[in-house]
């Protein structure tokens, strides 16, 4: 059970919450994020029940759910959630496509990549100024260099900026530069990260672990909603199992069962999970057939000369279709691309 | 490299064949098939390349290909297949709707169910009368009684039947009732099985091993195809990994991969890699997104009293939605749902 | 439930059961094995324990187990069990080591292999004729030659013989040379195998699929149990998972674990679960030490040369080290390798 | 190629080796550790080789390793590292037991729980203050408090402690009361993490991350390696399969495979890998023989009461026999039990 108290709720009343449920044998769960503190309970439920703490003061809501996750969950929140990032919308309603390079290399570069995503339909611009890498011997990003360029590109097309923090201690620089922050595979349990970027006022794309099952994905989400922030969206972008034919398997399950398991937008990374140019576009069609409220594609205009992860970004050549992909699929699923909806200068 | 005999080759033209490879110290594996005689030849690849083969009497075709698989390679065969069943076509041009029972129950089951294949577009009935289950305490089929029953549905709807063979003994029986026989995924590498559907002289639904990487697939096809069969399906229909949330994991990008490396068609199977009703549409409608050849979908009047799988056949209720995806779906992809071909009575 | 007759039960005896249980809503599977018909109930258990039908004519056993596999669960069978091949005993109070060629290949490398495995402490020799490939172009084994040569091995050595049947049809001859039938982990839901080994009158041991679970794998014994054949020993031999640095992820929990479940013996194979040579004396050793009650290892005198799996063989240098292994380790744990039982002439 | 620069090495000798390798067309990657800077060059190896960089003022080292990880790799390292943690060896030539609580809960608790493992043969106390869980709402552990309490029992008893430590935030809070900093598997790519712990000034271990490869893993050490620390000591705990019988799956092939081509020591958890009381024994015995160098295993007085891992706890009457093995086994392998080198009060 979840208590979540009112934004004017006092110490008191906090305290006040902690000692009836301490009364029925409980653990409450402080958390107290940037709007508003959330309580968490752990013991007997059906005690709790007794304890009418609904009519506490300070107390906004009781979410009495059976899934372990509770503020991601659809079980008290039916209608399906949109998230806005700069005007964008992702959610039930449109297809949105992020799109542009895998890593920041040159200004020339993230405009060219950027105009390559406004060609293709794309009404947001990805891009990694920070990149984890395997190999500590390996491109690491530019780090704020980077995401000045961003800012620029941003400038000058008017492309919202969704872009990675891999660092608790780098949340506040990256959310003055971005749209959106983006939470990588390898970080989806670094959960001081995710704490952080719960509190740092920026809605946040959470990629789901390689190897994380739909649950603890969404316990992921839970640990950003504790601090008062729910404009996250979810990314589905391959795990890993035994076939090496491509880079990951893209589960594209997942998109429908967390659309039944959580109130949250889920898109698809097609180029992560692939991890070849060839596999991208059947894989963008088949996510948004699947119900996916948008897709985030690796695009660069020199891939062979690409710093990480050339191999699967889109060239010139593949625009066309995937902009047609992005007029004639979301009709069939009563759906808009999010592109028709905001006017890109 | 493999060497392709014409059907009127002599046991002295194979026998020429294989005398000639040994002398540039190579092995020939002779494999007689139906309707000729397929020579592997292993060994040092470029000294064969000398020895002028192609021109020994009584070969057809000398096939060099890079990939562990020959005959179902697209290398040397660009064009993508089509293999008919019983007159409908499965292959590049359409989309296949392969629907039925899990289990044939009962004549009135199965013509229920093909009737409710037929109300969403199906041009085949699938229907299991051998059944390889977990436990030698569940419903293993009705065996011999089941086929008749299908060939009376065939009889009474029109729809030519897909029907699983589980034991080498029995592929003459299963092939002398069934239009397509299908190979199930706990026997893609039952070679015995593998080496009798071959020889049977009926196209072949090959289903990937759920533990199966893409080239062990293929692998596995190749066994047939050598038997002189090339009317292979190859099915994906999930795979095992570390996510419980659905029974296997539909392994989607499989569809374009396979496309890549073999001429053969590929369907998906959305209802045995989700296991949940509610899972079903979404996934068909990726399949079809993905560039899938055709699905097969399990469909039950009662599916709470069904004997196998019952949570994921698909009920009246579904088959509006079904009929439509299959009408608007191909059409995206340049291609028209089979049904529209073959008119069915 | 699971109802096991007398040898000496009439077919009213076992109708008699059927009928009884019918009455009460349930279905009766009948499976008559060499030795005793073996009859599975399916329905409301609770009911079936009003019926008193331990004391119907013919009824020899009435086993109540909450596991899904009964006859081979440890649930009403506590003493764990010690399977003879040829005199020599597989179970908890040795440590048995089988050893030989991956493939029988020439008398002379099958009675070479043979020596080496005398020479390591091994009591049991193993050989493959019929050897499943993942290619249609590898070395499929000699077939009955093969059998053959092991044959006359056995005869020159004293060792009893282990050797795979990969087909149901094989099943007769196999067993009229092997002392021990083996189902390989590609034939594990081989379910017309199963039961076809399951009725032949010799012990069989029954690998691990690849990518089964722990309850598969007991399941699948059931299968063979339930044809009156419970002489089973169980072979771990890696599962496959994403790690590539080996050949499958030797899975040494299932080892205890399936001991906790099982009355079965169970064994290990570090070869074919690394791949590498370096790795199996490792792996041996972790082996024993987790309470495997034997090992089975691939020898060659020339591995260089061996037609199958060479990299993993051991060679000569390596059996001094074996040998001290199989002396100094199965004390510690209360038992004694094999070997020291049965004077191998 | 890596150079290691002196211990007195200048910014002008870093910048030399940088232009130098520049002029060759390659790049440098600077990493200034604590003691000493580490170079990593990217480009055309066998051009570097022409430089005669090791000629260059200030280069202690040029090592020019073919594996992705450098510093870590055997390969120009062929004697296996000792790592000493409070005087503690974990290396080739013993095998060290560390125990304790998975968390610290009280001063009682975690006291009880030192005891616990000083009588099974421990030398090292193991609890954790930090503890990254699933669930927000679950225990995270005492934070300080915990140190606190941790620091405190081992000045009663004299054991050195391991601790985790999440947060790159927190490291030098946590290196200010640990001999040994642990990364837990789920941040085993938390990359700010590894070169903070990095360059702290204390040994380190690094779990495996559940879905990391052996590379990966050796990578992670190399990120730590690269501040300038050495001192690591790698843990096995078990990687995420299909299999659910146990909580993961101890991949016991890791051991030998790691020493192959790591210097480093390797350690195993059989408490979170089996996830079982009932399977740590068999699984700590197996590590041992598979030759681990040590092995790491929670213990708890009252588990029933443990806020985190309890049914995986060892219990007072186990700590005999894990004695025992302690004693026994390591002989076995030409080593001997830590303990019997370190007195502990």
Same mark, same amino acid.
């Given at each position: 059970?979840?208590? %979540? ?5 006092? #110490? #008191? ?7 009836? %449920?301490?009364?029925?044998? &409980? ?7 940037? /709007? ?46 949109? %998230? ?29 990549? *950027?105009?390559? *995503?406004?060609?293709?339909? =794309? ?35 008017? @492309? ?38 719960? *509190? ?10 390689? /190897? ?8 992921? =989400?839970?640990?950003?909603? #504790?601090?008062? /922030? @729910? ?6 972008? &391959? ?15 997942? %998109? ?60 010139? &050549? ?14 069939? @699923? ?12």
């Amino acid at each position: 059970m979840v208590i %979540v108290m009112t934004p004017e709720a006092t #110490q #008191q009343d906090v305290d006040a919450v902690v000692d009836l %449920v301490a009364t029925a044998g &409980g653990d409450a769960f402080v958390s107290r994020g940037v /709007n508003r503190t959330i309580i968490g309970l752990v013991g007997d439920i059906a005690q709790f029940g007794t304890l009418n703490i609904g009519s506490l003061p300070g107390v906004a809501d009781v979410i009495r759910v059976s899934t372990p996750y509770k503020l991601v969950s659809r079980e008290n929140h039916p209608e399906r959630s949109t %998230v806005r990032v700069g005007g964008v919308p992702i959610g039930p309603d449109t297809v949105t496509l992020i799109a542009g390079p895998c890593a920041v290399e040159t200004p020339e570069q993230t405009l060219g990549a *950027a105009r390559m *995503a406004i060609a293709a339909g =794309a009404t947001l611009l990805r891009g990694g100024a920070f990149k984890p890498r395997t190999s500590p011997y390996a491109f690491q990003g530019l780090g704020e260099a980077g995401l000045r360029i961003l800012a620029e590109v941003r400038e000058e097309t008017g @492309l919202p900026i969704v872009t990675e923090v891999v660092d608790a201690r780098e949340v506040d620089l990256v959310a003055s530069y971005a749209d959106m922050l983006q939470v990588g595979t390898r970080n989806m349990q670094n959960f001081a990260l995710l704490r952080a970027v719960g *509190a740092a006022g920026r809605p946040v794309m959470l990629k789901r672990g390689m /190897n994380a099952t739909i649950e603890e994905w969404l316990m992921a =989400a839970e640990y950003i909603a #504790q601090r008062g /922030n @729910l404009d996250i969206v979810l990314c589905e972008r &391959g795990i890993r199992t035994f076939e090496t034919a491509t880079r990951n398997t893209l589960d594209i399950s997942a %998109v429908p069962v967390v659309q039944r398991l959580s109130h949250l937008p889920v898109i698809v990374d097609p180029s992560h999970s692939g991890g070849h140019r060839d596999l991208v576009l059947p894989l963008t069609r088949s996510a948004i057939a699947a119900g996916a409220d948008g897709v985030i594609i690796d695009v660069h205009p020199h891939p062979e000369q690409a710093l990480c992860d050339g191999p699967q970004a889109l060239v010139d &050549g593949d625009l066309g279709e995937l902009a047609r992909v992005m007029r004639d699929f979301p009709p069939l @699923l009563d759906r808009v691309a999010a592109t028709a909806l905001v006017p890109v200068p």
